[in-house]
């Protein structure tokens, strides 16, 4: 292999260049979002929904009554109850309104209007106190206005309403599943970031358990800034619970995404990386688990970890043997002549006919390109090339039919067949590539 400080003799672009930036390279996965309703709502501008303008019209009768009240004197009946005009009958009732005072009544005849948004939502989250009887009712409206784009930007800026789903969510009551569902969809949105973040610790006991708290905490992680924050959030009780959730018989999907957004920032693959190895020897055990979503995120969390090259020997090591686990999704039932199937580890050897490689293109690649980061170091590649990697490769290159997986296939097997770097450059994740060089080769790459 050309040494790479030439990258660009590569006639097919650059070998082994590209996915070592973890600044632009790290993976992330998109927002979840767990309701999305088949008919939109209303306008904002015009009427949040039809149920919020019965919400309203509902608080403006409950103002009456306490008018009402007010109106009788402050009396109560036997039961505790103000007393109320109606409650004396049609003549007191005639009295005591005529003696109102005139803003009473006017306040009373004026006609009801329909609420703005910020209004009702507020009576929203009024209704979604603990102590509140409608809460249930509440949280399913909240989980509705979640539905539309312009519902979760509303949530987004009104952190009281957030902070009220987020303790409903954390509790045991009945508005529990929706209100931690409205949560799911209104941490798509940016601006609700700052203020779910001091609702995560009451989370954390959810993780073992909740696809959803899962999928608030993956929303709240996507960007490579916040995934720190929401890690420190979560506290040292993270990697516990992280790893209870991993270990349940069937993980929710939102876990993979969760742990791979985790994985952008430092601190995340450290906490996946830690020493006992526990957490890792989960994530290679899913390589091969039936969910697309929750293996994708699996892989993505590992492709980041492998940028932390200091690991690379621990994980090609007997006591993980994530090679073995890495290149089974890459291969396939052919057969091999016997002096090639004794090359590879004993885990690949004469697979069966049903063997079947991964079926997402997208998901190929990442495993090919986290093959690459193991390659990045002279002991990765050496390691490699002696079990055989190169003959797994030469058939799925054979197979491959996606383009962005072929590149990846093809670069990768660049660097195992290649020559080795000069001395000094043997660790190709510390190599520096001049910008303008790593701009040809990235456009060199996409076309």
Not at 280 to 304: F, K, Q, S, W, Y
Not at 367 to 379: C, G, P, Q, V
């Amino acid at each position: 292999m050309a040494a790479l400080q030439e990258p660009v003799a590569q006639s097919q672009g650059p070998p082994c260049v590209s996915p070592y930036n973890s600044s632009l390279y790290v993976t992330k996965l998109p927002a979840f979002l767990g309701i999305q309703l088949a008919q939109p709502f209303p306008p904002l501008s015009f009427l949040v929904a039809d149920w919020l303008k019965e919400l309203s019209i509902r608080a403006v009768a409950r103002r009456r009554r306490e008018v009402d009240a007010a109106t009788a004197g402050g009396r109560v009946g036997a039961d505790g109850a103000p007393v109320t005009a109606t409650d004396e009958g049609p003549r007191a009732a005639i009295t005591e309104a005529a003696a109102a005072p005139a803003e009473t009544k006017a306040a009373m005849a004026a006609p009801i209007a329909e609420p703005s948004p910020s209004v009702a939502l507020s009576e929203l989250t009024a209704l979604l106190s603990p102590s509140s009887p409608a809460a249930p009712e509440a949280a399913e409206a909240a989980l509705a206005l979640s539905g539309s784009a312009s519902g979760r930007a509303l949530l987004a800026e009104h952190p009281a309403a957030l902070s009220a789903l987020s303790a409903m969510a954390a509790s045991a009551s009945r508005g529990a599943r929706p209100a931690l569902a409205a949560l799911v969809n209104a941490s798509s949105e940016p601006a609700a970031l700052e203020p779910l973040l001091a609702a995560v610790p009451s989370l954390l006991p959810l993780l073992p358990r909740c696809g959803a708290a899962c999928g608030v905490l993956a929303n709240l992680s996507r960007d490579a800034a916040a995934a720190p924050r929401v890690l420190r959030a979560l506290g040292p009780g993270a990697e516990e619970a992280l790893l209870r959730a991993l270990s349940a018989e069937r993980p929710p999907a939102e876990l993979g995404a969760l742990l791979c957004n985790l994985s952008q920032a430092p601190e995340g693959r450290r906490a996946l990386l830690e020493p006992s190895g526990r957490v890792l020897g989960r994530l290679l055990a899913l390589l091969r688990c039936p969910d697309t979503e929750l293996r994708r995120g699996i892989v993505g969390a590992l492709r980041n970890c492998c940028f932390q090259h200091e690991h690379h020997a621990w994980l090609l090591s007997p006591a993980l043997e994530a090679l073995p686990r890495l290149l089974l999704p890459l291969a396939g039932p052919e057969e091999l002549p016997e002096h090639e199937m004794e090359q590879l580890p004993l885990e690949l050897q004469y697979l069966p006919p049903e063997q079947r490689r991964e079926e997402q293109p997208d998901i190929r690649t990442m495993l090919l390109e986290t093959l690459l980061l193991l390659a990045a170091t002279k002991a990765g590649r050496c390691h490699l090339r002696s079990t055989g990697t190169y003959l797994v490769l030469r058939e799925l290159h054979a197979w491959e039919s996606d383009a962005a997986a072929l590149r990846a296939c093809h670069n990768l097997i660049q660097v195992l067949i290649g020559d080795e770097p000069e001395p000094g450059l043997e660790n190709l994740l510390e190599v520096k590539v001049p910008e303008h060089l790593e701009r040809l080769l990235m456009d060199s790459a996409d076309g």
